[in-house]
């Protein structure tokens, strides 16, 4: 039972810290620009196709560090040709454009790479074992992404409350138009956060290809969860999107190793209405549990768990 | 004896560790032509956020004829009989002078969430919106989309949407800012007109809208206010000489 | 009399084209294209109840169109059984009823904000009831979905609806009914109102209106016309699947009244049969027209916010005040540059797939009608970069002087914003 416990644990801090690598991408770029980019989760994609053919030829380590650099590129043109012009049409045509842009990016990784999932690889460097607790390995590779994924949580806070660059992003927060009179080039502190935001997804993508399956569904299978994450959190918030990472993570990790149903606690007569419930296991359930957690959130508190900025 | 038509008990508002509005109280009379003045940051558009609804008080008590209204939300307050404008023009863009004005118009005169009736129809509203946009000076502009019109039109629209509610409080926010000599006496003579047998309560600057204009006047600085009088005891008090208008003159 | 004459004539003719219809085109594949064109003009319009009227965009829209299907569709099977002797025209109703059911359930926790936020948790309730579709079998009736047969209630009025000819009419007198009633919504006060909580929510709060109340009514509106849609639809394919409340449809529809042109009340009309047309068609001609769809979304939200609805109002505004002769030999011009270029791109974008497309075992040759392109020898790429570039060169050369004839043209008039 501590077995399932502890797995289900570190399975879902794992989990957890995937989302936050995203949401906090993801929270950046809306505090910063008002944008909530419905193709974040698309860049996370691009990332893990793109490290799987970084590897493919260069090698895993290589791929790491390409990847998001490439994926940032990407996203700096993307901000300066499209969402640039998009802008002054107001925050709807805003979200419509990266929408668009999400449903494109997957139509074109089907096109370059196919329906079927990618054989990105652990790197042999990484394939080994961590460690062995009540019989059953840990492999080492997952400890290297909670590992990378804390590292960037930590650069991120340092960058953002130590450095001037960061100074000046938290002005431009909240007082753009202030900031941009004082010299600043707002408009490139714009590029450079969606690029950054961009290439932290992107990273994301290259190191959790291997572990996950890289596959061209995988940007909207992630996506809503990563907007359940931002809203719970409370939009704009940091903090709030740490912790309703690592909740969501945990929760649904812990629901799919728990195989009750309510046939098993209360017996085998299904009730004449929604009798299909009956037989369904938690884990079968477990996919919509972010959804029911963003409903009761949005009864009970809804401006999220932290929320700052209204849109 | 009636409860006044605005009351404001010991109103204190926080922005976490930051004291805005620190401790005011006043009362307004019914008829009344109330005008708040101060510097820049003295927290006059706070306390209009305060008073609509628009933020809630962390202390303190608003009434309106004697009704607790603190803490309740812009529609509940709205509908009890006030109305503000706002100092940023806060219009609908796309929707034409006339129809801005019908919008207003249409809580108040029972019409409420009506989907089964035509607009058109509505004889109450469109006589209302009509009288509104010819009081406001913008009949010849009635079909014109909203966001289309001068700065000056915006603002007469600004008023003419607060008015279309037929409120019995009317807060006005900054109301000339931005006009020109001829604009601003148009203006006043609107807001005189509009506001009879009304209680009007104002934020503004230019000193002879306020002079012209108020029966009484208080003057906030750093959320407290300093001083609340006629406009003659006003002008002669020190005090409000030093903090405010000395220092105007001497600018 | 002239007065009334000339406002009944647009719904006149509108009736008269529906009716008229099947007897221009009168293959069967014609008449159940047209009958999925009413549906989507039904589906569009309710989804622009929400996002045109109200500033509400909804990415799952489907739910209702998809609960309306099911609801109807259990809801005949039931009374067939039962032998009420109810007419399969009823149904159509009772759809719309279901889906106005859920979009009150739904629709109480998910107007509790407005804007982006509200946006977002209409991706999540859409998630969530696309899987709650697969664990609720009996009622979703898994893969294979639900099946009815639309003769079951017996003749009304003498018609079986099995033809596919008397559904159709079927479906376009709901249609016409949904254009009247969606119409006469916008004519309403809450229509108005409405209106003015899409251009300034927060003024909007001001009036005295409760914001959560108006986004609820919004939200029960085009439920009810979504279900009316989804019930439509299980009537004429005699099936409802958990696709139809999916997200492949919610994108459908936003495509369809976004195209279409959200700012007037007869885009989402135009959008939908457009985009069902095209979807028809494209997907015989090319494995990836949905990409296309998309490339077309992003240009319409980049270069025409206002959709097609709006492209041809701006064009009307121009005649009216007699300009648009001025534009005329600029659009001359740019007419073929724009196709030139629109034919090189597409070459480029399919001779990438089929090259690609080999390497997972099919076939590198592009077959445009008669003719057939290698992608792995170098001519056609040459040609495909010639059309591309030289079109693409040719449009930047042309593009200002349309600009300028616009100019001269609008005279201070701003570009239709969405």
Same mark, same amino acid.
């Given at each position: 039972?501590?077995?399932?416990?502890?797995?289900?644990?570190?399975?879902?801090?794992?989990?957890?810290?995937?989302?936050?690598?995203?949401?906090?991408?993801?929270?950046?770029?809306?505090?910063?620009?008002?944008?909530?980019?419905?193709?974040?989760? &698309?860049?996370?994609?691009?990332?893990?196709?793109?490290?799987?053919?970084? &590897?493919?030829?260069?090698?895993?380590?290589?791929?790491?560090?390409?990847?998001?650099?490439?994926?940032?590129?990407?996203?700096? %043109?993307?901000?300066?040709?499209?969402?640039?012009?998009?802008?002054?049409?107001?925050?709807?045509?805003?979200?419509? /454009?990266?929408?668009?842009?999400?449903?494109?990016?997957?139509?074109?990784?089907?096109?370059?790479?196919?329906?079927?999932?990618?054989?990105?690889?652990?790197?042999? &460097?990484?394939?080994?074992?961590?460690?062995?607790?009540?019989?059953?390995?840990?492999?080492?590779?997952?400890?290297?992404?909670?590992?990378?994924?804390?590292? !960037?949580?930590?650069?991120?806070?340092?960058?953002?409350?130590?450095?001037?660059?960061?100074?000046?992003?938290?002005?431009?927060?909240?007082?753009?138009?202030?900031?941009?009179?004082?010299?600043?080039?707002?408009?490139?502190?714009?590029?450079? %956060?969606?690029?950054?935001?961009?290439?932290?997804?992107?990273?994301?993508?290259?190191?959790?290809?291997?572990?996950?399956?890289?596959?061209?569904?995988?940007?909207?299978?992630?996506?809503?969860?990563?907007?359940?994450?931002?809203?719970?959190?409370?939009?704009?918030?940091?903090?709030?999107?740490?912790?309703?990472?690592?909740?969501?993570?945990?929760?649904?990790?812990?629901?799919?190793?728990?195989?009750?149903?309510?046939?098993?606690?209360?017996?085998?007569?299904?009730?004449?209405?929604?009798?299909?419930?009956?037989?369904?296991?938690?884990?079968?359930?477990?996919?919509?549990?972010?959804?029911?957690?963003?409903?009761?959130?949005?009864?009970?508190?809804?401006?999220?768990?932290?929320?700052?900025?209204?849109? | 004896?009636?409860?006044?038509?605005?009351?404001?008990?010991?109103?204190?508002?926080?922005?976490?560790?930051?004291?805005?509005?620190?401790?005011?109280?006043?009362?307004?009379?019914?008829?009344?032509?109330?005008?708040?003045?101060?510097?820049?940051?003295?927290?006059?558009?706070?306390?209009?956020?305060?008073?609509?609804?628009?933020?809630?008080?962390?202390?303190?008590?608003?009434?309106?004829?004697?009704?607790?209204?603190?803490?309740?939300?812009?529609?509940?307050?709205?509908?009890?009989?006030?109305?503000?404008?706002?100092?940023?023009?806060?219009?609908?863009?796309?929707?034409?002078?006339?129809?801005?004005?019908?919008?207003?118009?249409?809580?108040?005169?029972?019409?409420?969430?009506?989907?089964?009736?035509?607009?058109?129809?509505?004889?109450?509203?469109?006589?209302?919106?009509?009288?509104?946009?010819?009081?406001?000076?913008?009949?010849?502009?009635?079909?014109?989309?909203?966001?289309?019109?001068?700065?000056?039109?915006?603002?007469?629209?600004?008023?003419?949407?607060?008015?279309?509610?037929?409120?019995?409080?009317?807060?006005?926010?900054? $109301?000339?800012?931005?006009?020109?000599?001829?604009?601003?006496?148009?203006?006043?003579?609107?807001?005189?007109?509009?506001?009879?047998?009304?209680?009007?309560?104002?934020?503004?600057?230019?000193?002879?809208?306020?002079?012209?204009?108020?029966?009484?006047?208080?003057?906030?600085?750093?959320?407290?206010?300093?001083?609340?009088?006629?406009?003659?005891?006003?002008?002669?008090?020190?005090?409000?000489?030093?903090?405010?208008?000395?220092?105007?003159?001497?600018? | !009399?002239?007065?009334?004459?000339?406002?009944?004539?647009?719904?006149?003719?509108?009736?008269?084209?529906?009716?008229?219809?099947?007897?221009? /085109?009168?293959?069967?594949?014609?008449?159940?294209?047209?009958?999925?064109?009413?549906?989507?003009?039904?589906?569009?319009?309710?989804?622009?109840?929400?996002?045109?009227?109200?500033?509400?965009?909804?990415?799952?829209?489907?739910?209702?169109?998809?609960?309306?299907?099911?609801?109807?569709?259990?809801?005949?099977?039931?009374?067939?059984?039962?032998?009420?002797?109810?007419?399969?025209?009823?149904?159509?109703?009772?759809?719309?009823?279901?889906?106005?059911?859920?979009?009150?359930?739904?629709?109480?926790?998910?107007?509790?904000?407005?804007?982006?936020?509200?946006?977002?948790?209409?991706?999540?309730?859409?998630?969530?009831?696309?899987?709650?579709?697969?664990?609720?079998?009996?009622? /979703?009736?898994?893969?294979?979905?639900?099946?009815?047969?639309?003769?079951?209630?017996?003749?009304?009025?003498?018609?079986?609806?099995?033809?596919? !000819?008397?559904?159709?009419?079927?479906?376009?007198?709901?249609?016409?009914?949904?254009?009247?009633?969606?119409?006469?919504?916008?004519?309403?006060?809450?229509?108005?109102?409405?209106?003015?909580?899409?251009?300034?929510?927060?003024?909007?709060?001001?009036?005295?209106?409760?914001?959560?109340?108006?986004?609820?009514?919004?939200?029960?509106?085009?439920?009810?016309?979504?279900?009316?849609?989804?019930?439509?639809?299980?009537?004429?394919?005699?099936?409802?699947?958990?696709?139809?409340?999916?997200?492949?449809?919610?994108?459908?529809?936003?495509?369809?009244?976004?195209?279409?042109?959200?700012?007037?009340?007869?885009?989402?009309?135009?959008?939908?049969?457009?985009?069902?047309?095209?979807?028809?068609?494209?997907?015989?001609?090319?494995?990836?027209?949905?990409?296309?769809?998309?490339?077309?979304?992003?240009?319409?939200?980049?270069?025409? $916010?206002?959709?097609?609805?709006?492209?041809?109002?701006?064009?009307?505004?121009?005649?009216?005040?007699?300009?648009?002769?001025?534009?005329?030999?600029?659009?001359?011009?740019?007419?073929?540059?724009?196709?030139?270029?629109?034919?090189?791109?597409?070459?480029?974008?399919?001779?990438?797939?089929?090259?690609?497309?080999?390497?997972?075992?099919?076939?590198?040759?592009?077959?445009?009608?008669?003719?057939?392109?290698?992608?792995?020898?170098?001519?056609?790429?040459?040609?495909?970069?010639?059309?591309?570039?030289?079109?693409?060169?040719?449009?930047?050369?042309?593009?200002?002087?349309?600009?300028?004839?616009?100019?001269?043209?609008?005279?201070?008039?701003?570009?239709?914003?969405?």
């Amino acid at each position: 039972m501590s077995q399932l416990v502890i797995f289900s644990l570190l399975n879902g801090v794992l989990y957890g810290m995937l989302l936050f690598m995203l949401a906090s991408g993801l929270t950046l770029i809306f505090s910063m620009m008002g944008v909530l980019n419905f193709a974040h989760a &698309s860049f996370y994609m691009l990332g893990a196709y793109f490290g799987f053919e970084i &590897s493919r030829r260069l090698g895993f380590w290589p791929g790491v560090v390409i990847a998001p650099l490439l994926v940032g590129a990407v996203g700096a %043109v993307v901000e300066r040709y499209g969402l640039r012009r998009v802008h002054r049409y107001g925050h709807v045509s805003e979200l419509l /454009f990266t929408f668009g842009l999400a449903f494109v990016i997957e139509q074109l990784i089907e096109m370059f790479w196919g329906k079927t999932p990618a054989d990105y690889r652990v790197p042999q &460097s990484l394939d080994f074992v961590a460690f062995r607790m009540f019989g059953t390995d840990y492999p080492a590779y997952k400890m290297f992404v909670l590992l990378t994924a804390a590292g !960037m949580f930590v650069f991120l806070i340092a960058i953002l409350r130590r450095t001037r660059v960061g100074l000046i992003i938290r002005a431009a927060l909240t007082h753009p138009n202030m900031v941009a009179m004082l010299g600043h080039n707002v408009p490139r502190v714009f590029m450079l %956060v969606f690029g950054v935001g961009c290439a932290l997804a992107g990273l994301a993508g290259a190191i959790a290809g291997p572990a996950l399956v890289t596959q061209p569904s995988m940007a909207a299978d992630l996506g809503p969860i990563l907007f359940v994450v931002v809203i719970v959190g409370g939009m704009g918030s940091l903090a709030g999107a740490f912790i309703a990472s690592l909740l969501v993570g945990i929760i649904q990790t812990f629901a799919v190793a728990i195989n009750l149903s309510l046939s098993q606690v209360f017996g085998s007569t299904a009730p004449p209405l929604l009798g299909d419930l009956w037989a369904v296991t938690v884990a079968q359930l477990a996919p919509i549990i972010p959804y029911v957690l963003l409903i009761l959130v949005l009864i009970f508190r809804p401006t999220g768990l932290m929320g700052t900025r209204e849109s | 004896m009636t409860a006044p038509a605005l009351e404001l008990v010991d109103l204190t508002k926080k922005f976490g560790p930051t004291e805005i509005i620190r401790g005011v109280s006043l009362a307004i009379e019914s008829g009344e032509r109330h005008a708040i003045i101060g510097p820049n940051g003295a927290g006059k558009t706070t306390l209009f956020h305060l008073i609509s609804g628009r933020l809630r008080p962390t202390s303190g008590r608003i009434m309106l004829a004697g009704r607790s209204v603190d803490g309740l939300r812009p529609y509940q307050i709205s509908r009890l009989g006030l109305s503000r404008s706002f100092q940023v023009t806060n219009i609908f863009p796309k929707l034409s002078v006339y129809e801005n004005l019908l919008c207003a118009t249409l809580w108040s005169l029972g019409a409420r969430y009506a989907f089964w009736e035509s607009l058109a129809r509505r004889r109450d509203a469109a006589e209302r919106a009509e009288a509104l946009a010819t009081r406001i000076g913008l009949a010849h502009r009635r079909d014109v989309p909203a966001g289309v019109l001068a700065y000056a039109e915006q603002r007469a629209l600004e008023i003419g949407i607060a008015l279309g509610g037929d409120p019995e409080v009317l807060l006005l926010d900054e $109301p000339t800012a931005g006009m020109s000599r001829r604009e601003t006496e148009q203006t006043v003579e609107l807001i005189r007109n509009a506001t009879a047998g009304k209680t009007l309560v104002m934020v503004e600057h230019d000193m002879s809208v306020i002079f012209g204009l108020a029966t009484r006047i208080s003057v906030l600085v750093y959320g407290r206010v300093l001083a609340s009088g006629s406009p003659e005891s006003i002008r002669a008090n020190r005090e409000v000489q030093q903090a405010y208008l000395g220092e105007a003159t001497h600018a | !009399m002239n007065r009334i004459l000339r406002f009944l004539a647009p719904w006149l003719a509108t009736a008269a084209a529906l009716a008229a219809a099947p007897l221009v /085109f009168r293959s069967n594949f014609a008449l159940t294209t047209m009958s999925l064109i009413g549906i989507n003009v039904i589906f569009a319009l309710s989804f622009n109840i929400l996002l045109g009227q109200t500033g509400l965009l909804s990415f799952g829209h489907a739910v209702y169109y998809g609960l309306g299907a099911f609801v109807a569709i259990h809801a005949l099977n039931a009374a067939v059984d039962a032998n009420l002797g109810l007419p399969l025209p009823l149904f159509v109703l009772v759809g719309g009823l279901g889906g106005l059911f859920f979009g009150y359930l739904f629709g109480v926790v998910v107007c509790r904000r407005g804007g982006l936020v509200f946006s977002m948790i209409t991706l999540g309730v859409g998630e969530l009831v696309s899987s709650c579709s697969f664990i609720l079998r009996s009622f /979703f009736g898994g893969e294979e979905g639900i099946v009815t047969n639309r003769t079951g209630p017996g003749p009304f009025l003498g018609y079986t609806f099995g033809p596919q !000819m008397q559904v159709y009419y079927l479906t376009a007198a709901w249609c016409f009914l949904a254009i009247v009633a969606t119409y006469a919504l916008t004519r309403t006060p809450l229509g108005r109102v409405w209106n003015a909580a899409r251009e300034n929510p927060e003024r909007a709060e001001f009036l005295g209106y409760k914001p959560e109340t108006l986004r609820l009514y919004a939200c029960c509106f085009a439920a009810l016309f979504a279900g009316i849609a989804g019930a439509l639809s299980a009537i004429n394919f005699e099936i409802a699947t958990s696709e139809l409340l999916g997200s492949q449809e919610s994108t459908l529809v936003l495509l369809m009244a976004y195209v279409g042109g959200t700012g007037h009340f007869v885009g989402p009309i135009l959008g939908a049969a457009l985009v069902t047309y095209m979807q028809i068609r494209l997907s015989d001609l090319t494995d990836i027209w949905q990409l296309y769809f998309g490339v077309a979304f992003i240009g319409v939200v980049l270069l025409a $916010p206002g959709g097609i609805a709006g492209w041809v109002a701006m064009h009307v505004q121009a005649w009216r005040r007699g300009e648009l002769a001025r534009l005329l030999p600029s659009y001359a011009l740019a007419a073929p540059a724009i196709a030139i270029a629109a034919v090189g791109a597409v070459l480029v974008i399919e001779l990438t797939h089929r090259l690609f497309a080999h390497a997972m075992g099919q076939s590198t040759l592009l077959r445009i009608g008669p003719l057939a392109l290698d992608a792995q020898s170098a001519g056609p790429w040459a040609l495909a970069g010639v059309l591309a570039l030289g079109g693409g060169f040719a449009l930047r050369w042309v593009w200002p002087r349309v600009r300028q004839a616009w100019g001269a043209a609008a005279s201070g008039r701003k570009g239709s914003a969405a």
